[in-house]
């Protein structure tokens, strides 16, 4: 297969989404990009940033501060043509001619392409569940979604969240306010299970209850109860004889890959769309992006991955070679105002982890880290989530971390300080003809350390 394409002719996207938006940015700088470029969207909307749905239903921006910028105007002159673009709102993709390089769509249209790109996103998943169908049920997923609940708040009432990840707690707290009696439903043991361990998920439990959200873990909904004119009133609990009265139930347990219009196509399909390294999908005609691609294993829901996908994509669609895509770690940042938290890597510590702690809960700061042979594999950061970006690059560095374990909780100046220190001493050895070792490595190995707020002055004594 020819991954790198020269192509000057017509490029047709199907979406209109933050995967589509970024990859047209993307291809309107590069040389070499298709003369003609057509964006097929089934949304009547612009395209917008979907990650600021939750602070737009809280109230905490406008409309407008969803949509997102072009750069087609007002920029210099590129040394290069840029290509001509087309966004089609409002026009659903139905079929996929592959044999004739056709697109079918829902008003009759037929579009040509010389290379398609889908990029249609995902949805809500819907589980298993009586009375998904009736009024004031559905997703937290797009604008149409997040109008829908904006809508129904104005009568106010209770609210249900299943779901207590990232998403659901989002849009649990945009509820709140706008005036709902909200209870979250999370089927984990503790909120936000994939991304923070059980102390830090407590801490975030009390913050929103005291902030007037109801919280139930362990929870198992069965069944959601309807009136008789088909609205929804409230929802039964596995193991509960009472019902938790709801009018409006909010589903945001996952989401489920728009994959329909490449597997009618009879693209390669397993979860999502199956692409290779360079986003081509068994069709070196058509290629797939975003949340209904599938690589190797991984389907996608986050925006850094999403995002190193289009510059491996847009570099091969104006025939340029490029590094090819590859999986990596990404940090999740809880979106609530007024609560910082930071996490990447393993959830809950193995037995080969060295685990360090900093718990100062009249404060309101936890911090916890994961370390492997000397290095950062995992950190959960809630309160002062300054760190944490640089936490994650020592992780992605591979930075070995050896006797500055515990300036670690500290902070950024004082490990970087032990470790130019270190490196120092290492290279005076070296200059003077002395073999010392690694400059990361220890006269011995440590324990493992756990620091709170009470022993907090004996870490900085040990760093």
Request: net charge negative; with cysteine; charged share 20%.
């Amino acid at each position: 297969m020819n991954h790198f394409p020269v192509l000057h002719q017509h490029l047709v996207i199907v979406g209109n989404g933050m995967a589509a938006h970024r990859l047209v940015e993307s291809l309107r700088k590069l040389p070499g990009a298709p003369s003609r470029i057509t964006v097929i969207g089934e949304e009547h909307s612009a395209a917008y940033n979907r990650i600021m749905l939750s602070p737009w239903l809280a109230g905490e921006i406008d409309h407008a501060g969803l949509l997102l910028p072009s750069s087609a105007a007002g920029q210099p002159e590129e040394v290069h043509a840029a290509p001509h673009v087309e966004t089609r709102q409002g026009l659903r993709a139905t079929t996929i001619d592959r044999a004739g390089h056709q697109l079918h769509c829902a008003n009759g249209e037929v579009i040509d392409y010389n290379h398609l790109v889908i990029a249609t996103g995902s949805r809500s998943f819907m589980p298993e569940l009586a009375g998904l169908k009736l009024k004031g049920v559905g997703g937290f997923r797009d604008l149409q979604d997040a109008e829908n609940l904006a809508s129904n708040t104005r009568k106010g009432g209770a609210a249900v969240v299943i779901g207590g990840g990232l998403l659901g707690l989002e849009a649990a707290e945009g509820l709140r306010k706008r005036g709902m009696q909200v209870t979250v439903l999370q089927r984990s043991d503790r909120l936000m299970n994939r991304q923070l361990d059980t102390t830090a998920a407590r801490m975030l439990t009390r913050e929103l209850e005291s902030r007037g959200l109801y919280i139930i873990t362990a929870a198992d909904p069965t069944e959601i109860i309807g009136n008789d004119q088909g609205q929804v009133c409230g929802i039964r609990l596995a193991g509960r004889t009472d019902v938790i009265a709801a009018d409006q139930v909010v589903i945001a347990a996952g989401i489920t890959p728009n994959i329909e219009l490449g597997l009618d196509a009879g693209l390669d399909c397993q979860h999502a769309i199956l692409v290779d390294e360079y986003l081509a999908t068994s069709d070196p005609d058509i290629s797939a992006l975003g949340e209904c691609c599938q690589f190797q294993n991984s389907t996608y829901g986050l925006v850094d991955p999403i995002w190193r996908q289009v510059d491996v994509l847009a570099k091969r669609l104006c025939g340029q070679p490029g590094e090819p895509y590859r999986d990596q770690d990404s940090a999740t940042k809880l979106k609530i105002s007024g609560i910082s938290l930071y996490a990447f890597g393993p959830t809950d510590a193995a037995p080969h982890h060295e685990v360090l702690s900093y718990h100062d809960p009249e404060q309101g700061e936890y911090r916890r880290l994961l370390l492997h042979a000397g290095r950062l594999e995992g950190a959960v950061l809630y309160g002062d989530t300054r760190m944490g970006p640089w936490l994650f690059q020592l992780a992605q560095d591979a930075t070995h971390l050896d006797g500055v374990r515990q300036s670690l909780l500290l902070g950024q100046a004082d490990t970087e300080a032990l470790l130019t220190e270190r490196l120092t001493q290492h290279q005076i050895r070296e200059s003077h003809g002395e073999f010392a070792g690694p400059a990361h490595a220890d006269s011995k190995n440590s324990d493992s350390k756990n620091s709170d707020s009470k022993n907090n002055a004996a870490a900085q004594e040990a760093a």
